[in-house]
């Protein structure tokens, strides 16, 4: 059976050329904290990573750390700090926050104090896109990084988090952004690499792989490719809706990223429907998640003020560049068959 990926916004595959860019790593052998020959060539080559990645993110003055990814980022910046965010927010970013930030029915956060506060700039369940208030301490740029156009510099932000592996990079590797002069606590000590930000030797394949994705994905918003993807995910929804006239699609009414779809059909189970689209398949995923054995509804989308039965109705379908008219009439097929027999077995 032909498989089709529909889950991009979870993560995604690595592209042809941050492979390459990995294998010829790899044949680079010195460490770049050593002084001699090959330390320096390994040292030469991570600094132009770290430039690579300021270049695509705007980000040119700013201090570029490598991290593990957007977790970590978040964490050097947001613990212990008592920042205000939404509950719309990553969890990662919720470990270290007070969630008292309104959120309207469109996804929309009120930041009153932008010094004190961090907010996403798109949200990875609904794909709402944020204005971002200047001076606001930082932004989860995760999602929005290769998506939609966007420069740090011109954000007015502290500092922002980003994952290689959201935009066809590999995954364990991300970076934290910080406008230039920001002092913050290493959390991980050691031998003084990334500027003193944070201890150990660095990953350096997975860095040359960020940059590489980096490069491709800004090449590959330039090219107005995105404007396709949008194009497609709207044609989607048209039938979608059509389908099922009392779905609604979170977000709808605002800026999203133009490959995202949260739709709500209230009383079908969206983990229900992950299977079985999985079984025709498809790769989707629900907008409610498992902790514990106990299905949780979305707390994204019960902030935004849907009940608890619509919010574990929600299915994601974020979409890719690869993905065709023929492919996603094919999940429109699958999804009104399924969509069918439920309405007929629930009257």
């Known amino acids: 059976m032909m498989r089709e990926y529909l889950d991009w916004n979870a993560t995604t595959p690595l592209r042809d050329e941050v492979k390459s860019a990995m294998i010829a790593a790899m044949e680079i052998s010195g460490n770049p904290s050593s002084v001699h020959s090959e330390g320096r060539a390994a040292k030469m080559a991570l600094e132009r990573a770290r430039e690579e990645l300021a270049a695509a993110l705007g980000a040119e003055g700013a201090d570029v750390i490598f991290t593990s990814g957007t977790t970590e980022a978040a964490a050097m910046v947001l613990a212990g700090r008592g920042v205000h965010c939404a509950p719309v927010e990553h969890s990662a970013v919720k470990a270290w926050c007070e969630e008292d930030l309104a959120v309207d029915r469109n996804g929309i956060v009120a930041v009153p104090d932008p010094g004190s506060a961090t907010l996403q700039l798109a949200n ?53 952004i910080l406008k230039k002069g920001t002092e913050i606590e290493a959390r991980i000590r050691g031998g003084g690499q990334e500027q003193g930000r944070r201890g150990g030797t660095e990953n350096f394949i997975g860095i040359l792989g960020f940059a590489a994705a980096a490069k491709a994905a800004q090449k590959e918003l330039d090219s107005g490719v995105w404007e396709e993807v949008e194009a497609r995910r709207d044609a989607l929804e048209a039938r979608l809706l059509a389908a099922a006239p009392n779905a609604v699609i979170a977000g709808k009414d605002t800026r999203r990223l133009p490959n995202t779809t949260c739709i709500l059909t209230s009383g079908w189970k969206g983990e229900t429907q992950v299977m079985q689209m999985d079984l025709a398949g498809f790769a989707i995923s629900a907008g409610s998640a498992c902790s ?41 097929d699958a999804w009104e068959t399924a969509y069918s027999r439920w309405r007929d077995r629930n009257g």
């Open 292 to 332: 514990s054995g106990k299905v949780r509804a979305s707390g994204t989308l019960q902030a935004m003020g849907f009940d608890d039965q619509a919010a574990q109705s929600a299915i994601r379908i974020s979409i890719s560049p690869a993905l065709g008219d023929d492919q996603m009439n094919r999940f429109a």
């Open 124 to 176: 990875n369940e609904t794909g709402v896109i944020q204005s971002l208030s200047e001076g606001l301490a930082s932004s989860d740029l995760t999602q929005a990084f290769g998506k939609i156009p966007f420069a740090f510099n011109w954000l007015g932000l502290t500092a922002g988090f980003v994952s290689a592996h959201k935009l066809g990079g590999p995954k364990g590797i991300g970076a934290l």
